[in-house]
Nanobody, 120 residues
Framework: VQLQASGGGLVQAGGSLSLSCAAS????????MGWYRQMPGKQRELVAK???????TYADFAKGRFTISRDNAKKTVSLFMNMMKPDDTAVYYC???????????????WGQGTQVTVSS
């Protein structure tokens, strides 16, 4: 089972960037998918998450600027970030809560992280 994230990079303040994450391997059912970020010396924090029914939750700093979406058939989750600020600079991690078989419990899995840098 693997979560492969892509799309990080360098962007100027006020610009936009998209992140994508694809789940692969033995997966029976995916519950919630989301994006978290971690700044140096700080704890990982929620950016946004989305349920299988496409119900979304955003951190306050992401509301109005970021949009999360998912494709259940493709097992992907994406994050579109707009009006970016230098404070958005962090390593972004995708997360998925799923079970491998119907007999397994749901567990959290993490992608490898992708660096996002916003220059002022």
């Amino acid at each position: 089972v693997q979560l492969q994230a892509s799309g990080g990079g360098l962007v100027q303040a006020g610009g936009s960037l998209s992140l994508s994450c694809a789940a692969s391997g033995r997966i029976s059912q995916i519950n919630t998918m989301g994006w978290y970020r971690q700044m140096p010396g700080k704890q990982r924090e929620l950016v946004a998450k989305i349920t299988q029914a496409h119900v979304t939750t955003y951190a306050d700093f992401a509301k109005g600027r970021f949009t999360i979406s998912r494709d259940n058939a493709k097992k992907t989750v994406s994050l579109f970030m707009n009006m970016m600020k230098p404070d958005d600079t962090a390593v972004y991690y995708c997360n998925a809560n799923f079970r491998k078989t119907v007999l397994d419990k749901y567990q959290d899995y993490w992608g490898q992280g992708t660096q996002v840098t916003v220059s002022s």
